[in-house]
């Protein structure tokens, strides 16, 4: 079992069934275009977990400085294939960005998660996170 970053284009393509998943609202094209920009403009990541020659998870994330959190590892997208769900990926991914955020000196580690997502909020509690926040959204655009 292996973690490393998506950098090359078939990484990301590799990656992109697990992360289509959760962004069922992305096809592969726009997938790929919007990860390598964000990449480019805002510092995002992506890292997954390959286990057996398959991708079994992937998360997405950025390192920020914020005045209320100081230097943070946000994590945008962090999600496990259905079929592998309960077999310890997500958490090894997890405490994979834990390390990580450490060993960039790291203040903190946040992620939004939906509020129908039952399982991810066990799971992150389990993790010893807290929910310190409501997050409010408002669409600009359909």
């Known amino acids: 079992m292996t973690i490393a970053l998506a ?11 697990v992360m289509h998943e959760l962004r069922t609202h992305l096809d592969k094209e726009r997938f790929l275009a919007q990860v390598q920009r964000q ?18 998870a992937v998360a997405g994330f950025r390192v920020a400085e914020y005045l209320a ?41 946040h992620l939004d998660s939906g509020v129908q997502r039952f399982g991810a909020h066990r ?10 926040s409501h997050h409010f959204a408002m669409k600009l655009r359909d």
């Open 7 to 17: 950098q090359t284009l078939p990484s990301l393509e590799r990656c992109y069934p």
């Open 39 to 56: 990449a480019r403009e805002a510092g995002y990541q992506l890292a997954y977990l390959e286990d057996e020659s398959e991708v079994r």
């Open 69 to 109: 959190w100081g230097k943070t590892l946000y994590v945008d997208d962090l999600v496990t294939r259905q079929i592998d769900r309960s077999k310890g990926y997500g958490e090894q991914l997890f405490d994979w960005l834990v390390a990580r955020a450490r060993e960039l000196e790291c203040d903190q580690l």
């Open 123 to 132: 799971f992150y509690l389990r993790k010893r996170m807290d929910i310190t």
